[in-house]
């Protein structure tokens, strides 16, 4: 069975509702606003290990999540927070991910990664530069993904994104794919 982890996350809510930023800026003394340098607040969140770009358009991009189930975690933090000071947040609202990095192992312990790299379009293996083949992954005209594979059957794929509404759709959105990867390419090179 394939494992993996969310090493990183980059996403996007979008809340239908206009933010007040002077009004959350004033009652959250640990986030920094100035509109005159960014049109954003900034609001740093777990120790500053994740940080929130929150907007007035209602717009809120978030950086730093180590996994998905975190993203749910923020956004009752988000609603804790503003409802505290008379702002509601509307139940309904859209999740796109702008960038997701994803460390797993595939089911297999010895991948070929010269003979990948040679066959798989576009990919590329300079082991004096990086241990893993790069190889890119096509999941649609306009969306692609890439793998860094390494010998041991690990890897990180980088790029995976998407609209979704709900937690669980994007945990098997990004399952699938990486499950795809494993049956239409790496079951090929492996040993």
Not at 12 to 26: G, H, M, S, V, W
Not at 129 to 139: E, L, N, R, S
Request: glycine share 6%; with cysteine.
């Amino acid at each position: 069975m394939v494992k993996w982890d969310v090493s990183n996350i980059v996403a996007t809510l979008y809340f239908n509702i206009r933010l007040p930023l002077d009004k959350i800026a004033n009652s959250l003394p640990y986030s920094s606003y100035d509109p005159e340098t960014f049109p954003g607040l900034i609001l740093p969140l777990r120790n500053g290990n994740i940080k929130a770009l929150i907007f007035n358009s209602g717009t809120i991009n978030i950086a730093g999540l180590k996994n998905i189930n975190e993203l749910e975690d923020i956004i009752k933090t988000f609603r804790e927070k503003f409802e505290e000071i008379g702002i509601k947040l509307p139940q309904e609202y859209k999740i796109k991910l702008q960038n997701i990095v994803v460390n797993g192992k595939f089911d297999v312990d010895n991948v070929n990664i010269v003979e990948l790299a040679d066959r798989v379009e576009g990919s590329t293996y300079n082991p004096e530069a990086f241990p893993a083949a790069i190889v890119p992954y096509t999941i649609s005209d306009d969306y692609e993904v890439t793998f860094n594979v390494f010998k041991n059957g690990e890897f990180v794929c980088a790029g995976l994104k998407g609209i979704k509404k709900d937690i669980k759709e994007i945990y098997e959105d990004v399952n699938k794919i990486i499950l795809d990867f494993q049956e239409k390419v790496i079951k090929k090179y492996s040993k």
